[in-house]
């Protein structure tokens, strides 16, 4: 069965961190611009992270520049994206995707999404 599966995410305070992951089955990551997703309640889904299918180019929403980071590593077969200095408003399902390429912060022609994995920022 070709999918990708999270893991990570659950509740941290504000200034905290988390870290998200994001593996395949059924294919390798290293084929894919893989992109970080989050939609929070009532709102429309945003792009926040892309890394390129090398690892050579990782791009941020503005959003969260200089507090996440989007990291590869191919024999984990893993995407990792590292959450620091949370805020409340970082409080969203976040999603990875499997896609052709990243435009900036987005991957575009997305062929894999995952299931989605809860961030909660509170006090």
């Known amino acids: 069965q070709l ?3 999270e893991s990570g995410g659950g509740l941290a305070q504000p200034g905290g961190s988390l ?12 084929n894919y611009a893989i992109g970080w997703f989050r939609q929070a309640p009532g709102k429309e889904r945003e792009g926040v ?21 989007i990291s590869r590593d191919s024999a984990k077969n893993t995407v990792s994206l590292l ?5 409340p408003e970082d409080t969203a399902v976040y999603s990875c995707a499997a896609g052709h390429y990243c435009s900036s912060y987005e991957s575009v022609g997305i062929s894999y999404w995952g299931q ?8």
Do not use: P
């Not at 870290?19 to 290293?30: P, V």
């Open 3 to 5: 999918q990708l599966v």
């Open 19 to 30: 870290r998200l992951s994001c593996t395949s089955s059924g294919f390798s990551l290293d």
């Open 49 to 69: 992270s892309c890394i390129s299918k090398g690892g050579v180019s990782a791009f941020y929403a503005d959003s969260v520049l200089g507090r996440f980071t």
């Open 83 to 87: 959450l620091k200095y949370l805020k």
């Open 116 to 123: 989605g994995s809860q961030v909660t920022v509170s006090s």
